[in-house]
């Protein structure tokens, strides 16, 4: 059982991962955020849970709803926030905006827009951890999209073979942008799938963040002790649309959203820890509140950071050849 | 640079033994670099060029997979991002387009998109070639597409030597390379220095020297260009030939300063003509040097047709030695040489 200190955590975690997808949602509608956003509300409990259970050494890679993902496991705020919109400042300079960033400083492999794309980087990065004899264990966040994505497939079977220290969490919130998951694949959970590479394959519930906690420091020990990758399949849903702009409800009904947004993991702690005493609705407003507020003031820094300048610098497209000896 | 020095020690090898020669040196001084690829251990690569780097150093740097290029190459980027060096076998150019978002969208733009954040040092090999019997999935030229991919790296040695020097240069790359062997050259012998011998990713060289048409050409060609040189010269016609050695970065100052003293052209490619290399080398020569140039930059290049099987077929569609020698002769006449 997690300590309620660590409890307390998660939970301002989690309000923090929502905030920031209503700010950059504030954003867009705004016109300051460029390009679309993806929100992640009604998921944090994965973020959250997994990255919880990591340690600092350990890697993740994420995909296009990835904002949450990079919150949990430490970036940066401001400079997250400064990609989003574009900014010199931002991780990738603005070069790569929310789908495409990067920073091993926090254990950050790399998101990209490619359905699927990064789950073989996540894997290659687990191969490195086993060939170097490290200790770390690498998460590849993605959606039950992605699940159906050939080179998703090859990379499990690598895993598989090879027994790589990496979890596989599929987030699965039940639609591929639009198309239902009962469209895409013909059986009922998508964890069936690490039968079939020859790892364990376990379903949890993706909106209970200490079950995401407790499945994840599991499939992590056993990353560690060289016993291999684990398909970690957390259900879920999101609130909003695909993108900034679909309401979401061409392909779902109201009445399924609102049954989701019932069990709101951040309620959902935030209740049972209220029931034990734990926490009071005072010391959870509070808390939120300065979530709220402290993000705001990023925002307002962000807002005024400089755009990059017109140019194009031909030489940023490979790394100096001086960095590669040593 | 090793290079620039005095006269070095050679000995006599063919490509692939400078391809192993390299790989071996490679993975004795830097315990970051491991290769992968379907059969590339126990059976030693389809071409021979891994054989003996399992004995040597082990299943755990030396990996035999399953056929997933996909994910080999995905495994690469991750593997290279995680601290290693990894260096891949594809045995056929043709399946690199089962790779191509994991070279073109990953590979190729991390560096980039992650503002300098993420670098990826990693190698992939890859046999090319069209010659008969290999048919339209075993025999493609495809390399001109992959210059369409900002921040990769493109590498097409042509010696035993460049062979040895590149992929020495490649995996101490901190950027992604494609490394494209011809099957032309695989058993072609020649000097190869021994000891730490690098050459630089990113220079053409002069092949042969001349003063009165530039053949400006990579791979296999090279050799056709060679040939056709060697008939020319007997009719008193002096060809410089420029061994493009990389596609990406292009050394467009060897192309145009060889362009410049000799003011005529043609360049001569193994790939398709339409929108291909052939096309970004016409245009990079003219644009340049219109005012200097003696008569239009030719292109002779691969027919746009997939590589066929039966070997009139083949010969009938990648540029051949007497073409070479039309082409100088029609431009001789034209531009008055001799």
Not at chain 1, 262 to 270: D, E, G, N, V, Y
Request: with cysteine; aromatic share 6%.
């Amino acid at each position: 059982m997690l300590d309620t200190a660590k409890r307390r955590a998660m939970l301002k975690q989690m309000v923090l991962v929502r905030a920031f997808e209503e700010k950059l949602e504030d954003l867009y509608q705004s016109k300051a955020m460029f390009g679309s956003t993806h929100s992640y509300r009604g998921q944090e409990a994965i973020a959250v849970g997994v990255c919880s259970a990591l340690q600092s050494t350990d890697l993740i890679a994420s995909y296009h709803r990835g904002t949450g993902h990079l919150i949990a496991k430490g970036a940066d705020l401001y400079t997250l926030l400064c990609e989003c919109m574009g900014r010199e400042d931002g991780y990738s300079k603005g070069r790569g905006g929310k789908m495409h960033m990067g920073d091993m400083a926090f254990g950050f492999i790399g998101n990209t827009g490619t359905v699927g794309g990064t789950v073989p980087t996540a894997t290659g990065a687990a191969l490195s951890a086993k060939v170097r004899g490290s200790k770390e264990v690498v998460v590849s966040f993605f959606g039950d999209g992605a699940a159906n994505q050939g080179v998703v497939h090859e990379a499990m079977n690598l895993a598989g073979v090879w027994k790589l220290p990496v979890i596989y969490v599929c987030e699965n919130n039940q639609y591929a942008m639009t198309v239902s998951l009962a469209k895409s694949v013909a059986v009922k959970q998508l964890s069936v799938r690490g039968a079939a590479y020859g790892f364990e394959g376990k379903t949890v519930d993706g909106n209970d963040v200490e079950a995401v906690y407790e499945a994840t420091a599991l499939a992590a020990l056993k990353g560690r002790n060289g016993d291999g990758a684990t398909f970690l399949e957390c259900m879920t849903y999101r609130w909003d649309g695909h993108f900034g702009g679909d309401p979401g409800t061409a392909y779902r009904t109201k009445e399924e959203i609102e049954s989701w947004k019932q069990k709101c993991p951040i309620k959902r702690l935030k209740e049972k820890l209220i029931a034990e005493g734990n926490l009071t609705e005072e010391e959870f407003q509070t808390m939120s509140d300065g979530v709220y507020a402290d993000l705001a003031a990023v925002a307002k820094r962000a807002e005024a950071a400089p755009l990059p300048q017109k140019a194009v610098d031909l030489a940023s497209i490979y790394a100096p050849l001086e960095v590669s000896h040593g | 640079m090793a290079n620039a020095a005095a006269p070095v020690a050679t000995k006599e090898l063919r490509m692939q033994e400078a391809l192993r020669e390299a790989l071996r040196s490679e993975m004795a001084r830097d315990e970051r670099v491991f290769v992968m690829g379907e059969d590339v251990a126990l059976f030693g690569g389809a071409y021979g060029v891994t054989r003996g780097l399992i004995q040597e150093f082990g299943e755990k740097r030396v990996l035999d997979t399953p056929i997933s290029e996909s994910a080999l190459v995905g495994l690469a980027v991750g593997s290279a991002i995680n601290g290693m060096r990894p260096v891949v076998e594809i045995q056929f150019a043709d399946l690199l387009p089962l790779a191509m978002d994991q070279l073109a969208s990953h590979a190729a733009r991390y560096h980039y998109m992650t503002g300098g954040r993420i670098n990826v040092p990693m190698v992939i090999r890859t046999k090319f070639a069209t010659r008969a019997g290999g048919g339209p999935s075993h025999s493609s030229c495809n390399h001109g597409a992959f210059i369409h991919f900002p921040g990769l790296k493109i590498a097409m040695p042509t010696t035993p030597a460049d062979a040895k020097g590149m992929l020495l240069s490649a995996i101490r790359d901190p950027n992604p390379v494609l490394f494209f062997e011809s099957h032309h050259l695989y058993g072609v012998r020649g000097p190869v220095p021994e000891g730490d011998y690098t050459v630089p990713i990113g220079k053409a060289v002069v092949r042969r020297a001349g003063k009165d048409l530039t053949i400006v050409t990579c791979g296999g060609m090279v050799l056709k260009a060679d040939a056709a040189a060697e008939q020319l010269q007997a009719k008193g016609i002096d060809i410089e030939i420029v061994d493009l050695r990389s596609l990406a970065p292009l050394d467009r100052e060897t192309i145009l300063a060889s362009v410049a003293k000799t003011k005529r052209a043609i360049v001569l490619d193994e790939g398709p003509m339409i929108g291909g290399l052939s096309a970004e080398l016409a245009a990079l020569i003219q644009e340049n040097l219109f005012a200097d140039l003696k008569g239009p930059v030719v292109r002779i290049a691969a027919q746009p047709i997939p590589p066929p099987h039966s070997p009139p077929l083949v010969d009938a569609m990648i540029p051949d030695v007497d073409q070479v020698v039309e082409a100088v002769m029609r431009l001789a006449e034209g531009g008055k040489i001799a």
